[in-house]
């Protein structure tokens, strides 16, 4: 009798155990469907207005099925199982809930987007194969850039992140990606991929893991490290799923129901929509500055075609003089272009450049970030002892974020610097005594101790060496990404480190940098 009932005591344990979980997995996905309903939704309609897509709607509209009279079908979880076990990949595609209720955002609540997504991709998924091919990079890692952008070269996030792989400023200049008045290569398709395949590849430096890579390249690095750490070393994406960011939570699984609809969509009833855009491209590298509008007319190609083709200008102009950036445009138009090259370069110049063919009104050659939208904005002034670690737990926001808002580069900050910094909307009056609180009032207010940890410590009697103090969570690659010229293996030789995830806090070492 007594082990019925413990029996039945366990049984219902479970039950409510599973039921709990349920709750909290729904609540995970609605967490990242309002993500998607803002990020993800804003780079498909910027998508569908890209002038090839436009033209290939108005033209196919005809052709596309019609869910009105069309049943969506959808299929039992064994078949999803199945499916997602039969498609070739190195990367862990596990099946649960989460999953299936992404699958079911791809193939019913967003089919028709997806149609344009997959069209897209007969375009864009050759190229990004190749560069990943190239790295040593999973082929599979490109439906990352569903997730990332709808494979739209100008999305733009809430918080700037830019470009089909939603790099920020800061990373993006990390990876030798040029950002300024006139030229983001953040939204070209080319730079932009090889630039995300580096970041992968240091990424799976860190962790082994495909599907760690995945989680760290939408919450960083830092935080995967803290939920492998709360989670007493465990490093499967799956174990340490509650202490991961809740968006992050979201994003593998909706990777997995990405790569599940790219290629099962033909089951579900989903037409593509093939844009009108030249597969057959060829680039040719520009020496002096030139006009889109030089190009369009001369040649006769619509100038919101060669936009498309080219959307890292961002004002039409590539700014050439003195250097070479790469022009894209219909394989059809190459000889055109090198028979009239000194007629286009000619034709209404006196428009667009001075005398000297120098840019007429030029805008700063600098960066200007864009303040984010539904936030309030604080300016903290940098005390003695503080760095952006420090500061991005006191107002509860990212390091990347600061330096996106205040044009940062590294981690350098200076005593008296006045940082831009943005909080949600209606919470500004949470954070705005932070600014004249101490530094150990700061660090109790968020549970921690007033230990102060200064970043760099220059050693007077050898100018050519830095040592850095570890801190919580510091990984070797992104002390290595401070310093000019350095890699990991440059630090593990200089201090006689074997073993790359043996830092602690606290820990002194050596750094020559090379720049």
Wanted: glycine fraction near 6%; aromatic fraction near 14%; include cysteine.
């Amino acid at each position: 009798m007594y082990k019925k009932l413990f029996l039945t005591l366990i049984l219902f344990s479970q039950f409510i155990l599973s039921q709990a979980n349920s709750l909290i997995n729904d609540k995970d996905s609605l967490s990242f469907n309002h993500a998607i309903d803002s990020d993800f939704e804003t780079n498909l309609d910027s998508l569908i207005n890209l002038w090839y897509v436009k033209n290939a709607i108005k033209t196919d509209y005809n052709s596309f099925e019609n869910d009105s009279v069309f049943a969506i079908p959808e299929f039992h979880d064994s078949v999803y199982i199945e499916r997602l076990q039969n498609i070739p990949s190195i990367i862990d595609l596990s099946y649960n809930k989460i999953v299936r209720n992404y699958i079911h955002v791809y193939t019913k609540q967003r089919r028709e987007s997806v149609g344009t997504m997959i069209g897209m991709a007969d375009y864009y998924f050759p190229k990004i194969e190749e560069i990943f091919e190239s790295y040593g990079i999973p082929t599979e890692l490109k439906y990352l850039a569903i997730i990332e952008s709808a494979l739209n070269p100008r999305a733009v996030s809430r918080v700037g992140a830019t470009g089909m792989w939603q790099f920020m400023y800061g990373t993006a200049r990390m990876y030798d990606l040029t950002v300024n008045s006139f030229v983001d290569e953040r939204r070209d398709p080319i730079k932009s991929a090889h630039a995300a395949a580096l970041f992968m590849k240091d990424l799976y430096s860190m962790f082994n893991d495909w599907t760690l890579v995945i989680a760290a390249y939408n919450c960083g690095p830092g935080n995967v490290n803290k939920a492998i750490r709360r989670s007493g070393g465990k490093r499967d994406f799956w174990q340490i799923y509650y202490r991961l960011p809740r968006e992050t939570r979201g994003y593998v699984p909706a990777y997995i129901a990405a790569t599940y609809t790219f290629n099962y969509y033909k089951e579900h009833g989903i037409t593509p929509r093939f844009p009108k855009i030249p597969i057959a491209t060829d680039t040719i590298m520009i020496s002096d500055n030139l006009h889109l509008k030089q190009v369009s007319e001369v040649l006769d190609i619509p100038l919101k075609a060669l936009r498309d083709l080219n959307p890292q200008y961002k004002q039409d102009i590539i700014p050439a003089k003195g250097g070479h950036y790469p022009l894209t445009i219909p394989m059809d138009y190459v000889g055109k272009f090198i028979d009239q090259q000194n007629s286009i370069f000619a034709y209404k110049d006196s428009i667009f450049f001075n005398a000297d063919n120098t840019i007429k009104n030029p805008q700063r050659s600098y960066y200007v970030p864009q303040a984010p939208t539904n936030r309030d904005k604080l300016i903290y002034t940098v005390k003695s002892g503080d760095n952006l670690g420090f500061i991005s737990e006191w107002y509860h926001v990212r390091t990347s974020d600061i330096r996106y808002w205040n044009n940062i580069r590294g981690n350098m900050i200076r005593v008296g610097q006045k940082l831009n910094i943005y909080v949600p909307k209606g919470s500004a009056g949470k954070y705005a005594d932070i600014n004249k609180l101490s530094f150990e009032e700061k660090q109790r207010r968020i549970g921690k101790t007033s230990t102060r940890s200064e970043e760099i410590v220059t050693q007077a009697t050898d100018k050519n060496y830095v040592y850095y103090k570890v801190r919580y969570g510091d990984t070797l690659w992104e002390i290595a990404k401070k310093y000019s010229g350095v890699t990991e293996n440059d630090i593990m030789k200089l201090n006689n480190i074997t073993n790359g995830k043996s830092l602690k806090a606290g820990q002194q070492i050596k750094i020559k940098p090379k720049g």
